[in-house]
């Protein structure tokens, strides 16, 4: 099977059908409209074996987690998604784990709109580079550097549980449940595309938790020029993380990576608003601490100061 | 150094810096403002070790080729390009390979008015992923299904030199001129950024030459449901690649991949604008052949018909 049949049979309609997309797979590029009174938001992030994932991860997993890495950047820029373009370097063609991997895809895109628009197959050790557009009316992207002491911060979902998911075995029909849980929570991110469009009018900076909440918070906290004092109380902790990690699970919690929930800082006056959109967006937001002019991140628990030395994922650190 | 470290060092300032980048390298993704009467054009591709380059291909080289590729995509739609996002895997931190492969990628954005304005960096086998956007006036981008039976075909620059810059020795001070000119064809391909643009409201159809010219054109031709027949005098074949490949050197302008040029179809009234296009835009142009109703590309020297088995590269085929 050469490039063209592969494309043809597994990637050409491959997500939403939809009507802005004026030439999709087949030509040298896709041609998209873009509305009046938008800006465009463009982001790409990749999975690559023995770094993001084991030999052997499960296709239909790897097709989901590479369009939701994405989507949860886009999702922190509070915009609508729209295109994606592919990159798959494959060591060699095996169909089966193409029908898996572009039915997690597909089934991803489809629920958020996202056309597949175009890509590249390319024969190398496995990687998958997503490439996702979106929309977001002019001026009214959330970005990392607009919090303000005095603002409260938050974080949706809960946190730790896709690195807890990491030590588990992988699951088994008989598994048990919490192992499931956790597993699922790393092999099935789910991006915050709702909460980050509700957050426009309301968030003054916001990012997504990819490489752990301490770390995250830590940039949102740096690009805006403050700190904050957390509570680690307040950290939401899921019950398979809290019976899995134990006493370690705040820790798990602030230093795991590949969450994908957003955290966001909003001022005062917001507070009840966002009490209001946890129900409508079907996810939990907790507050976890207030942001301050001084710089840094003060972790308490009751009245006392915890140390935590972040560990937050990088691929290049020494 | 980790990861935010590089990318300070290496990538924030990189390529042309365009006032239509609302932000850049630093936040969750990229915002851009796309100008009214245009559609967005979106496109990637990649190079892997082993696959497109060997292990010990100089940098400098390999970041000029990950951008021209995509550049090549864009001109094939005769669309001006604008921003690129960059994932690069490398299987270790190499500061010297770095600084060469940002100054090859860095100089070919800014001759052609590229912002770099995202990208991911990751740990593993040596890959490069650019994705390119580029804008275009709405309605008049090129396309490859929009040739007719009586258009004329033509081809840019030179055809098969890259394939026989394959064949050639690393190029050293002391090598021969014509194995210098070969190589440097591989490693430095010339995006025909401008010819595209100008070929807008010109060319019936056009694709970029990346996989061999015959299968190129077929592409064309099957897209657009016509045929060819082609005069193998016509090749733009370089005098380095007539004294490398001599008799073959007709073959390898056929089958050679990598050359990116454009081929392109126009009616014939456009015939006279086309021969002036040649010194505007700085490289010859030539007319290989006339399409016609029957499908298939018919292969002639003088009167006689030639025998040729297309060799175009795929990864994939069997």
Redesign the interface.
């Known amino acids: ?3 063209t049949q ?1 494309i043809d049979r597994y990637f050409r309609d491959l997500g939403a059908n939809r009507g802005d997309v ?2 999709g797979i ?9 509305p ?1 009174g ?9 999975l ?5 994932f084991l030999p052997g991860a499960p296709a239909n997993s790897l097709g989901h987690r590479a369009l939701a890495i994405n989507l ?3 999702a ?2 509070g ?1 609508d998604p729209a ?1 994606a ?1 592919l ?1 798959l ?1 494959m060591p060699a ?1 095996d169909e089966s784990w193409l029908r898996d991997f572009v039915t997690g895809f597909g089934a991803l895109a489809a629920r958020h709109n996202v056309a597949l ?9 496995l ?1 998958i ?1 997503v ?1 996702l ?2 929309l ?1 009316p ?1 001026g009214h ?1 959330l ?3 607009r919090a303000r002491p005095g603002d409260w911060l938050y974080v949706s979902g809960s946190v730790g549980d896709a690195a807890q998911g990491l030590l588990q075995p992988v699951v088994t029909a008989d598994g048990s449940s919490d192992a499931r849980y956790l597993r699922q929570r790393l092999e099935y991110p789910t991006p915050r595309v709702e909460l980050g469009e509700a957050l426009r009018e309301i968030a003054s900076a ?3 938790v990819s490489d752990g909440l301490y770390v995250d918070a830590q940039r949102l906290l740096r ?1 805006s020029g403050c700190g904050a004092q957390l509570q680690i109380e307040q950290l939401p902790l899921s019950d398979p993380l809290r019976r899995s990690a134990g006493e370690e699970a705040w820790r798990t919690a602030l230093s795991g990576g590949e969450d994908y929930e957003l955290c966001f800082s909003a001022a005062p006056e917001f507070k009840d608003h966002i009490d209001e959109l946890a129900p409508k967006t079907g996810q939990p937001i907790s507050c976890i601490g207030r942001l301050r002019r001084e710089s840094g991140i003060t972790l308490k628990s009751g009245n006392s100061v915890m140390q935590f030395s972040p560990s937050g994922w ?5």
């Open positions: 099977m050469d490039e592969l004026a030439l087949g030509d040298d590029a896709a041609l998209l409209r873009v009046p938008v800006e465009l938001v463009l982001t790409t992030d990749a690559i074996e023995g770094a993001h949860s950047d886009i922190a820029m915009a295109w373009l990159s370097n063609v628009v175009g890509g590249n197959l390319g024969r190398g050790p990687s580079t490439e557009a979106g977001v002019t992207a970005r990392r550097d916001c990012i997504d690009a990088d691929h290049f650190r020494d």
